[in-house]
Nanobody, 124 residues
């Protein structure tokens, strides 16, 4: 699966951004999709996941109540709406596809294909 992430940019603390990830190559509605992020000098970490249908979601504790993952299977796209952004949200954000459809895994090893990343910078 080819994944193309977009929507990153520079935003002030308290602001919002919406990331998009367009997929191609396999039937989008057959696999779960997730967002991960990697801050400078840190390991990549889980952010959010949506099941293949979008009916189930899960979030990292650090983003619960601020971020929302959604997907439009007709458009082969998954989104990450990020509100109330904080400087600590600054990172490169990656979308990832779980082609085996393990469910709503938070483990990086569950994901087979990754997008190229989009940079989100939150200024204080």
């Amino acid at each position: 699966v080819q994944l193309q992430a977009s929507g990153g940019g520079l935003v002030q603390a308290g602001g919002s951004l919406r990331l998009s990830c367009a997929a191609s190559g396999r039937t989008f509605s057959n696999y779960a999709m997730a967002w991960f992020r990697q801050a400078p000098g840190k390991e990549r970490e889980f952010v959010a996941v949506a099941s293949a249908s979008g009916g189930r979601t899960d979030y990292a504790d650090s983003v619960k109540g601020r971020f929302t993952i959604s997907r439009d299977n007709a458009k082969n796209t998954v989104y990450l709406q990020m509100n109330s952004l904080k400087p600590e949200d600054t990172a490169v954000y990656y979308c990832a596809a779980d082609l085996n459809n393990w469910g709503i895994s938070k483990r990086q090893a569950s994901y087979d294909d990754w997008g190229q990343g989009t940079l989100v910078t939150v200024s204080s």
